[in-house]
């Protein structure tokens, strides 16, 4: 199936994150909502305008939202015939679904597919009196909210879908839309919402029982237990205490369960206090800090974070000893804690058969739709079947039947236990590599401690940054010098350069190495560092084979400087890319600086009217301004990215994707030759100057910050003579020059301390 345009039916929150999420793919979209007054599609233009505005932005880039095509469902209706896609997102009632489904029958060309997100009703009661080929066209799509960053995909086949169209919508969905998809079974909340709503409203009545505090549960019950840091009272600020409640209500209804949220928080949604969306929920953000709701007094005090301790110490440990740990502790925390954990493994494994086809696509679920670390089975496996069984007995829980049948652990050695009860391969994600499953298959070809060099097969090696937020320290450079050696001396096709962080690509140097060097006076030994730096940047330009760059979340500093010196960048959907150096009072110092002065003067030079100064302010707004992408497509409209560098909507391929392009590139790969550029001089950098007066004028930029510009504008002019021609060598000496004299100024110095004690950057 090839989908080009889809439709859009409802332009409400899900579906106008939805409509902008398929445009920003690059594909048409047509988004109708009901008919307005004066204007009939005032609606999903309403929509799409809130889409336009979001916070966080809903669209990867602004243009993408004039792929748009907004109208109403009674004049413009037709407009799907000609959709590959229509995915319905209206009220939340069976009738008003099953009138435009009936509406939209005689409209759909043959290959269309037809997909709701009903997140509670069922596929069949949506289906009655359709058609036997609409039904065989027809599933379920549950996005989360909102789409575009929600990585979770349920998908809801019918018994009467046909397989090609289950198969061809999760291609599409994966490799188009970017999203990770699971089967799950047509039962109410599906899979991911059926154990998230339960776990919510255990959590809240444990809480009650034992006397703890919101700050308390929300500390036992993030990152200590395996799930995000929003653990279980933000995640419910986040999602909305409006929608939690309406989710509840929903599901207690269609399930039957007790599933009754406590008074002190009905009372709060009746107060309109509805979480982040009003601003104040559980928790409130003022401008002395943030409150936290008391539900026994009805009152809000100041936020007690849970630090140190125990606590603090299994917080620090990998998962499994966490979990371990955890069922251990003593007091109130503790019989908490194991009242928690127990209620959610015996409710997972009790519901688990009925959810899904098998207890993977329920771990990923939760990882993917609730930002869980591990899923539900494996966090049953790092609690100790044994220990479940026996604590399950204890308090008069009879034993689920699946944890008797698994035998000490439903994953083993890369198998999962099946509901049939045997083990067999855990499924994989199509086109994702697991570097941490490569190097548990001996795979890894040298470690060097703050990175490793894998094998990803077919000749292609990975060059894994491991250091903490894959800063770019000595060591890891150093590692990276031998891989290349390796790569070429090898006979190896190519390099990537790439991890598994779920976060970032690269922060940047090592700031802290740089700060202990100037608290040292080691200014040789810093300038050699600075140097060195460069030519390891310069190194991946120049090797004899492709090198490709792997980019996602935060791709920073030196960073940005490895994505821009490759021959290709492969970037994840979600890059935040910029030289951002400006903020710690320096300037790009590994050949960043001299990077975008030569691509932008050569993006010009076709144009012989051209003004070449236009190229080096625009390089001077992005350094200046510390100007950071909020995706890949901004960074490619920002050129940081160029038209030759792909982007993979879907993180889960893209070291996959970044190994296809080495073997694309490699049978006939010749490394580019060093480039020239005329370089403006004294002219180009009084106008910077001039630039730069005006701003501290107006009270935009401080003394410092004109000094650190000037530095910026006197490397991408070649300095402030006479116009002449400049090699990269040339620029990258005076980057050198000049980072290591703002380096050496007490202002530059306070910034650096302040961005390694706080992560925020300091104007002074």
Known sequence: MRVTTVGVVGAGAMGSGIAALAASAGLRVVLLDIPGAPDRSGPAKAGLQKAIKAKPAAFMHASAASRVRCGNTEDHLEWLAECDWIVEAIIELPEPKQQLFARLEPLLKPSAIVTSNTSGIPMAQLLEGRSERFRRRFLGTHFFNPPRYMHLLELIPTPETDPAVIGAMRTFAERILGKGTVMAKDVPGFIANRLGVYGMVST?????????????????????????????????DLSGLDVLAHVTRGMAATTGE??????????????????????????????????????????????????????????????????????????AHGAFLRDHLLDAAHYALTLAPSLANDLVAIDRALVWG?????????????????????????????????????????????????????????????????????????????????????????????????????????????????????????????????????????????????????AAGAWDAIGESVHAFQQSVMSIRRAPFPVIVAAHGLTLGGGCEFALHADRVQAAAETYMGLVEVGVGVLPGGGGTKELAFRFTEALAPYDEADPFEAIKRAFKLIAFATASTSAP???????????????????????????????????????????????????????????????????????????????????????????????????????????????????????????????????
């Open 258 to 331: 007790d599933l009754a949220l406590p008074e002190w928080v009905h009372a709060l949604v009746q107060q309109g206090k509805l979480g982040d969306k009003t601003g104040v929920g559980f928790y409130q953000k003022t401008k002395d800090g943030v409150l936290t709701y008391d539900w026994r007094t009805g009152e809000y005090a100041p936020q007690q974070r849970m630090s140190g301790g125990d606590v603090g110490q299994l917080i620090r440990q990998p998962h499994a000893a966490r979990l371990r740990g955890a069922r251990e502790l003593t007091g």
């Open 634 to 764: 901004e960074a490619r409209a920002l050129g940081f990215l160029q038209a030759s560098d792909r982007i993979s909507m879907n993180r889960d391929t893209l070291l996959g994707d970044a190994k296809q392009r080495v073997l694309d590139l490699a049978p006939d790969y010749v490394a580019p030759a060093e480039k020239r550029m005329r370089a403006l001089g004294r002219e180009g950098f009084g106008n910077l100057l001039y630039a730069l007066w005006a701003a501290q004028e107006a009270g935009q930029a401080s003394a410092h910050d004109v000094r650190v510009g000037r530095a910026v504008a006197y490397v991408l002019c070649g300095g402030d003579g006479a116009p002449r021609d400049v090699t990269e060598q040339d620029l990258l000496d005076l980057e050198r020059e000049q980072f290591l004299s703002l380096l050496g100024t007490k202002e530059t110095q306070a910034r650096i301390e302040h961005m390694l004690q706080t992560g925020k950057p300091l104007r002074n």
């Open 370 to 518: 609730y930002g869980w670390e591990i899923g539900p089975f494996q966090v049953i496996d790092a609690l100790g079947h044994d220990w479940l069984a026996s604590q399950f007995t204890a308090r008069g829980d009879a034993v689920p039947e699946l944890l008797e049948r698994a035998q000490g652990a439903f994953y083993k050695s890369g198998e999962y236990l099946t509901f049939a009860g045997v083990y067999d391969r855990v499924p994989s994600i199509p086109g994702n590599i697991n570097l941490a499953l490569q190097h548990d298959a001996g795979r890894t070809i040298e470690d060097f401690g703050t990175a490793r060099l894998v094998d990803l097969g077919d000749g292609v090696l990975c060059f894994e940054f491991r250091s903490k937020m894959n800063t770019l320290g000595q060591t890891l450079l150093e590692g990276l010098a031998t891989s290349l050696r390796k790569v070429e001396r090898g006979g190896y096709v190519g390099l990537v350069l790439g991890n598994d962080d779920a976060r970032t690509f690269s922060a940047g140097a090592d700031l802290g190495a740089v700060s202990f060097g100037v």
């Open 204 to 236: 809240m009545r444990r809480m009650m029982e034992h006397g703890l505090t919101i700050d308390e549960v929300d500390g036992l019950t993030g990152a200590l237990v395996g799930r995000a840091k929003s653990a279980t009272f933000r995640t419910g």
